[in-house]
């Protein structure tokens, strides 16, 4: 979605882009002539933009005008983030205006809204037409005679995030009748998982938004999967405290599903309990079925395990399209990104589950959502599916008795090289690019054979001179794959 599209005016878009072009870390040492043809424009628009932008900055900075031109051309940090000044802009759309206006206003008003704004409801008509597209990728509608949204409660609040969201990131606080740090508590008390500093700062945005629309009395609807998963916080004892009124259950429990169905990528740093507690949560009959489906249909030997991340990340998706009844907002909507179109039948693959479904009616969602369901899963899967595509594999037999010293080390180390087949899938010497074998093993006779040293002493020295090997091997078979 082009956020800045919808949001900003034609003047304002090409100021962003063109900060945003200046944002990146290669982008040094300008002239207004290099930034033309960066910009695919011509000498005096880009010089037009850039004064125009260069106004903005002083103006919000306070900083001399030299200062600052100096600091926006050359290897210089940025006199102002891209983040605080996409929220400078966001701040004098129209639009965006509009929205926050029927969001936090005790009683929004049209009339009062266009006498504020000194305009027509036929301006307001105009501007709202590149939104309405968006606001109907969530199945949300604003009425413009009560300036009331309508369609799902958690998609409005979906939907809601995501423009709060984009126009901000945390470099602002929009929320004026909602205290943060009053939020910032009653995160700690009703969150399931421990957030990192910007993820906090999006729990916290998702929060007030949730109790603007409680406290206009919007109601999420009665919801089986928001039970259940309240009801395995509940048992599995993840929250530290409750909701203060006039949050009910239910919204506390979509709270929770929003803290856990959007993609992350750090399982590394997380506490070791917390991928298993996440599991335990989502799981239910159906996603179950589902993700199981999809990671027999993507699993490949050459690529290792599915990996607890893409396997967490496909059921958080699976699971927000049961609790949503379809397609819900996720990190990529706001900040973008595409599937990799090199990745080899992924999207088909992902359809092809969805038509083996069971014929019950929890899985209608997923027919029903067919293709960007796949996308999205796609997005996540491709880098894992294309893991062994961009490497020739080198196929390695281990004929060494396992209760041999070191052999748990050595298999382990083998198993660690992305572009080494697993040992256990090679099932006959014809197949092997190499062979490791005892000094007393049959082995030593085969072709491309590699003496194992036992000998714990030699044991870092025989890793080094292993990979050597494998990697001649690789390079060799990559060079013959290209002449193919």
Request: with cysteine; net charge neutral; glycine share 4%.
């Amino acid at each position: 979605m082009d956020y800045a599209g919808i949001f900003l005016e034609r003047a304002d878009q090409l100021k962003y882009q063109l900060y945003s072009l200046l944002a990146r870390p290669y982008v040094t040492n300008m002239t207004i002539t290099d930034l033309a043809g960066l910009m695919q424009a011509k000498y005096q628009p880009t010089y037009n933009v850039f004064q125009e932008l260069l106004g903005d900055l002083v103006a919000i900075t306070g900083k001399r005008r030299d200062v600052v031109r100096k600091q926006m051309l050359v290897a210089a940090p940025l006199p102002l983030s891209l983040d605080a000044y996409r929220s400078y802009l966001v701040q004098q759309s129209l639009v965006y205006r509009l929205i926050d206006y029927a969001v936090t206003a005790a009683a929004p008003s049209p009339n009062q809204f266009c006498e504020r704004e000194f305009i027509s409801r036929s301006t307001i008509s105009r501007k709202l037409k590149p939104v309405n597209n968006l606001m109907a990728h969530f199945g949300v509608k604003l009425k413009l005679a009560k300036l009331a949204f309508s369609g799902s409660e958690m998609n409005i609040r979906y939907f809601l995030y995501t423009v709060y969201w984009w126009a901000h990131r945390g470099s602002f606080w929009p929320f004026e009748n909602v205290t943060r740090s009053t939020l910032h508590e009653e995160c700690n008390q009703i969150g399931i998982m421990n957030e990192r500093p910007m993820t906090q700062w999006q729990m916290q945005y998702f929060l007030a938004i949730s109790h603007l629309r409680v406290g206009k009395n919007h109601a999420i609807v009665d919801n089986p999967y928001l039970d259940a998963l309240d009801q395995k916080v509940v048992t599995l004892h993840l929250r530290a405290g409750q909701p203060r009124p006039p949050f009910t259950r239910t919204d506390t429990a979509f709270y929770n599903f929003f803290q856990i169905s959007q993609p992350r990528f750090d399982m590394r740093s997380r506490l070791p309990e917390a991928p298993a507690q996440e599991i335990a949560v989502l799981t239910n009959p159906a996603s179950a079925t589902v993700v199981d489906a999809l990671c027999n249909a993507l699993y490949q030997s050459a690529s290792g395990d599915i990996g607890t991340d893409l396997y967490l990340n496909m059921l958080r998706l699976v699971f927000g399209y049961l609790i949503c009844g379809g397609d819900f907002p996720q990190a990529q909507d706001v900040i973008g990104g595409g599937v990799d179109e090199s990745a080899p039948n992924v999207v088909e693959k992902v359809q092809a589950v969805v038509q083996t479904l069971p014929t019950d009616a929890a899985f209608d969602v997923f027919r029903q959502n067919c293709d960007p369901f796949a996308i999205e899963i796609a997005r996540l899967a491709t880098p894992y599916v294309r893991r062994c595509t961009r490497n020739a594999r080198v196929f390695v037999k281990l004929d060494v008795d396992p209760a041999i010293e070191g052999y748990q080390a050595l298999t382990g180390f083998l198993n660690c090289v992305p572009w080494v087949a697993r040992v256990s899938e090679v099932q006959s010497d014809e197949e092997c690019d190499v062979v490791i074998g005892a000094d007393d093993s049959p082995a030593k006779n085969l072709p491309a054979d590699f003496t194992w040293y036992a000998n714990a002493l030699d044991l870092a020295t025989y890793r080094e001179s292993l990979i050597q090997k494998l990697v001649t091997i690789r390079k060799e078979k990559q060079a013959l794959a290209a002449l193919e």
